[in-house]
């Protein structure tokens, strides 16, 4: 490891629209729990964007980046296996104990402590001490080294997949844990265990289809049949999140739900993302079962419309999954929702308002939930779905089915690697991951 | 039944302010599901102030009041007890064959179908043919007699409470269950069912304590450590929705979660609510058990502030019951909702922004429930919790912890009760019954 040498990394300089590959020093452990891990691959994800653009508030030049896979080469002395010491503090996270210089690791997009009343709930996002990769306050990265802080709780051993059998899982592949496949599983599972969404899932009549909630069977009810109900759902933004989540709903339909029908309307203004969507539906439904009782359509904003209103006779759709981030994307999402739906929206919003009044999500019976997603927790789950669905996870980047478009090494030097920000920030390009050492 | 005669109704008269005690005809049969009752009590709620106060739009004359219990006096011919008829469509709701002359019924606050697929599913609230007593579309409960449409969808025979031995029910307790208490019941077990709860609740790290969501055990999870934790709630506003909100959640929280602790900080910047909600509580507690293992608190605005945050180290509520409906108490739950909380509002909003950055409500992982409350399917729970709870909703009308705060008669003129509608406009009187017939 050589850590007192130079690295490339990816920096962000201000105001804005200024991303440069340098040479910087390599990062050292800065505490105990540090990780020092190098990198494989680094993803560019829509979200840099937000920093890349600039913002109001000055921020500091850094290294750019909150997906990244790689191996760990050094482990601070609170790891078992660390050079400098052998002891563990009992009752930490079990990564402490286990961790080895040469793990291949993904790490989630924000560190967080593992140890707090927050993270031990599997709120990982709101780590009070969690901070976000590739931000002014965390070095990212796209870079040839990144320390982890916390990394018995922050990193994810792929040894955990491994020891299913899957051991063929490429780098490519794992990237997708970082971020986008856990976000589009939340949105997915956050959707489907909206309690507004009980009624249509079981049958069961709201309130009783609530858990613990029963009538003495004094009072009269009403009788739900549901059952035979299609269920309907929305996809706002087919960026890589939201095939993600596509391919999550998907699943989580098919697996919890296999006898239900279903219906999903996936939406994006670009053609390009429609295709690749449908390619990738097409692989899924290619074993007859993949779909189960299912139909996906990919539809632009203004039909997507028309297919709703169709389908659900102008009643809309039982949950809408927002994954672009703006207003007008949650004004679509609330066009699409039914009455006593559920808007899950796991966009990055900005400083600006939300855009609905009070009277219209009464008037509707409206749920939202909003927020980043707590990655590590969810990294867990969503591994399940990357080993099972790696005919699409799998894909090498660049096919028709993959959600990643492009390997970029930084041996092109720092022009090429400028020119793949502005096209990336101008939707020539789509996802890319960076190899650092290519 | 003197339906071709006349009879005393508060008439909303345009533009504003201008409520008066009226002899109007007596409503008729419109349609072979319709049902009149004859009025005992009537409410008079604090959304009655939307319409009172004038729209921008311009609105038709009509009788106010969507608050009403009372006797039946006229079934229309679908009933198999009507005078017209003795037969009945087959599947139609069971209070079509039951329902009689002389039954004693309260009535949902809108009516519904009760054979729509939304009314089915429970979400009576969203009944594509349901209609607001007391709007300009349908003709209120501040009358002699009223009509009511579906009857057999929309009314509450209270013989289904009798049945339980609850015989003793006084008409100023049933008039609970047609708004206040549903609501109040609703928003508590909106709260309580929400998935972000499940962890706080069950102790179940997220998102393992989602149902139907199980780990594969190949992957490593982390361990709450919740059961021991304390969960925090606010309720914003203790008007007597509120009020009724904070018994649901008290109920809530002893009978299905007898041993977890939790606190409950009850805000309302009105000293007067403070008080009728500190005695009603101590009623609660009297039995010793009736609160558990949990502590509820009243508090101004300010004060709430820091009572929660002392309580959480700053972290803030797992969830706030908002029982206002405006955005200045959609700011307060904010403030005082923990990340990953939830923001049940079921009060009345206006037609204005929400108030909310689409920015901060990803910051704080913030999920928010609005709408009205689906009344007659609520009926059927709150009205298990008015038998067990007499000792609250049964009290006299000006009791200490009483919610009603007198009853008045018509007999005392239109004068008195254009003064009556004034004073509670201002805040001057609390919740007011009318008695037509006194």
Redesign the interface.
Known sequence: MDSANLMKAIRWHPPSYDQRLEDIPTPMLQHPDDVIVKVALAGLCGSDLHIYRGTDKPMAIHTSGHEFVGTVVELGSNYKHSSVNDTKTEGR???YDTLKVGDEVVSAFTSNC?EC??????????CPFGLLFGSPRLEGGQAQYVRVPFGGATL??TS??K??GKSEIAAHSLLLLADILPTGV?AA??AL????LA??LTGA?????????T??G?????????ND?VLHFAVVGLGPVGMCACVALLDQLTT?YPTRKWKIVAIDPIESRRRTLETMYSTIGADGKGTGQGELVVRGIEEAKTTVSEWTNG?GCCAVLEVV???SA?NLSYDLVR??GVIT?V??????????????????????????C?AR?????A??LLAKRQDIFGSAPGGSNSLIEAIEGFKQGPEVVKAIYEKFDKGLVGKIAFDPWA
């Open positions: 996270p079990s990564l593992g009343r927050l993270c031990k709930q599997g709120i990982t996002c709101r994810f051993p955990a997949l020891s299913e939340y599972i956050q265990g909206h309690p507004k009624t249509p009549p709201w309130p009783y289809s609530l858990p613990g909630l009538t003495t004094a009072v009269p009810r009403t009788s739900a049949e549901t109900d919890r009643e981030g703006n207003a949650l009455p006593f929206s966009g990055v919003h900005p400083a600006k308002p939300v855009g609905f009044e009070g009277e219209e999500l009464y008037n509707k019976n409206v749920s939202l939930d909003f927020g980043r707590p927790a969810m990294i867990e789950v591994a399940v």
